[in-house]
């Protein structure tokens, strides 16, 4: 049923249709609406979950990797600085192949203490070994986290379902809820391929030396791999059951166009308006959504990219002493292919500046008006920067 | 599309009016969109929060720049916030007030419309005698300045959503909705 509903809510509802079985949660800044809502499932009994409220980020997804070890669906949300303490257990849940899902709420980095919209956090543990999946509206968010309960059990990966602060998080819209029975039809009961069991004792995440430690490592990747094969035939079973697909990489009216606008989260959903504007005005401009970034479809974006001239990449994010990240992955993904377009990278929208669609549309005519990239990063809408350092003698 | 902006302060139930009207303009059909000046809300600090509407998908996600309407929940915000700013010309301004704005110099090129949203929400027992809780009471001015949402919407929403005082706060729109003033330009 069609519902307004804020996109914190919205990951909520999912988690009750995926029928979580332990939640744990840090509830302060920078946590969200997310687990406020759960606990409250949880506390009138709407959700027949444990509920933990743990001590730390760092205890909170600690406390997960237990539950998810003993075979149980898990699920915690966080953000930021939260995200960061998760950092050594991040390694652990994968390491460990342990499904647990994980909202993330993209918020900037302190200091300077800021809890508005940006990527860097989550892209900060890219090689972490989670499946990252971006959003960018209140219906993604809800799919996307019933989706990535899937996702995780299939391969023995966590997920984490990222969605920006503010412009998302807080944000009211219609969102299609659906009813548990069909929710129960897309996603059974988890059938855990290994947990601790007192009738099956196993040693779990004991040492491993050198023989065998690599292969271990070269299991996460193939599981990887496996995740990107996966997931078009798990969203053609969730569209048989609700109608709704979103894709791992969406492109629009990239096939003619000239310049193709590359991004992720809401700025995705602003640049649609933006480019439907433009293509009105006759401009030849496409736009590619990317939403998985980990794994990174690298062979979808090689064919949907190819016949443009211009590939812009908007990046809510940066590496320092480098660029924007996805104009990063774009770039590599790219290098070894004879020939392909140049990529232009433009940084926007850091700690929650908004991305107006006069910035996207403006990133479009620099891009259209240029003749080669004359650096790595454009930095869109800078106020007037102090350079001097004073350095001590 | 429509985007309407709401000044008050931490505590009146700015953000809760967005998210209400929300729900009654899409029980209305509409397609909406609302949130709140993405800050750190407190008690009695100056809040914003918008609202759009479309009969179509909305797609943009920025903050409001130019809003078609403004609705004041706090007139003593006036003297600080420049209220008018970005609104479009001949927009409507929904003020919380007893009695017309002596100067109206800075409301020159819009509509304005005043209701003692304060007095309704103090009659119905909605917050403290010095916190009153004026929300739905602006939202029932709005509807009929606007000639939506229905007020069977609003009811509803409000029946939907408020855990507390759902009687008073229907009472309390339908009083506002009834007793709005709109100033005609020659006043």
């Known amino acids: 049923m069609q519902q307004v509903l804020e996109g914190s809510h919205a990951v909520a509802e999912a988690v009750r249709l995926a029928r979580a079985q332990v939640i744990s949660a840090y509830p302060i800044t920078p946590q969200t609406h997310i687990v406020e809502r759960l606990s409250e499932y949880c506390a009138d009994g709407t959700l027949d979950a444990r509920y933990l409220r743990v001590e730390s980020e760092h205890s909170a997804l600690a406390a997960l990797i237990g539950a998810a070890s003993s075979g149980v669906r898990t699920f915690t949300a966080t953000s930021s600085q939260g995200l960061a303490l998760m950092h050594e257990l991040l390694h652990w849940a994968s390491g460990a192949r342990l499904p647990i899902v994980m909202a993330e709420v993209n918020r900037a980095m302190a200091p300077g203490w800021n809890i508005w919209a940006d990527q860097t956090d989550s892209l900060a543990q890219r090689d972490t070994g989670w499946i990252q999946l971006y959003c960018e509206d209140g219906q993604e968010v809800l799919d996307t986290t019933i989706q990535a309960y899937r996702l995780a059990e299939w391969v023995n990966l966590p997920v984490m379902v990222i969605l920006d602060a503010f412009f998302l998080s807080h944000t009211y819209e219609p969102v299609d809820v659906p009813d548990q029975e069909a929710a129960d039809r897309f996603l059974p009961p988890y059938q855990p391929r290994f947990m601790l069991d007192l009738e099956n004792p196993c040693a779990f995440s004991q040492l491993a030396p050198p023989n065998i430690y690599m292969e271990m490592r070269y299991n996460i990747q193939t599981a990887m791999d496996e995740s990107l094969a996966y997931f078009d035939q798990m969203e053609t079973e969730f569209e048989g059951i609700f109608g709704r697909r979103h894709g791992a990489v969406e492109a629009i009216q990239c096939e003619d166009a000239e310049v193709i606008l590359i991004t992720s989260g809401t700025v995705t959903s602003t640049s649609r308006q933006v480019v439907a504007d433009l293509r009105h005005k006759g401009e030849k401009v496409g736009l590619l959504k990317i939403k998985l970034f980990r794994p990174f479809p690298v062979s979808r974006i090689r064919e949907l990219t190819g016949t443009a001239s211009k590939l812009a990449v908007i990046d809510r994010n940066f590496s320092f002493g480098a660029s924007g990240i996805f104009a990063q992955e774009i770039r590599a993904a790219l290098c070894n292919l004879p020939a392909h377009p140049p990529v232009y990278g433009y940084i926007v929208g850091l700690g929650g500046r908004d991305v107006t669609t006069e910035v996207i549309e403006n990133i479009y005519y620099l891009t259209k008006n240029s003749t080669a990239p004359q650096q790595e990063s454009v930095w869109m809408g800078l106020h007037e920067v102090n350079h001097a350092i004073g350095h001590p003698r | ?187």
């Open chain 2, 1 to 187: 599309m429509m985007e309407i902006r709401f000044h008050g302060r931490g505590g009146q139930g700015t953000v809760v009016a967005t998210i209400l009207l929300a729900k009654a303009f899409f029980q209305d059909g509409y397609y909406v969109q609302s949130f709140p000046l993405f800050g750190v809300e407190r008690r009695g600090a100056p809040v914003e929060a918008y609202l759009r509407l479309d009969r179509k998908e909305i797609l943009i996600r920025t903050n409001v720049y130019t809003p078609d309407h403004v609705v004041v929940l706090d007139d003593t915000l006036l003297e600080g916030v420049d209220v008018t700013f970005g609104l479009k010309p001949g927009g409507w301004i929904l003020l919380n007030k007893p009695s017309p704005p002596a100067d109206l110099e800075p409301f020159a090129g819009f509509k304005l419309a005043f209701v003692d949203a304060t007095q309704i929400a103090l009659k119905n027992l909605l917050g403290t005698r010095t916190h009153p809780i004026v929300n739905t009471a602006m939202m029932g001015g709005l509807a009929r300045v606007l000639g939506m949402p229905a007020m069977t919407a609003i009811a509803g929403a409000i029946r939907n959503e408020v855990p507390s005082k759902p009687k008073a706060n229907i009472k309390a729109a339908e009083m506002a909705y009834k007793r709005v003033r709109v100033l005609e330009p020659d006043e």
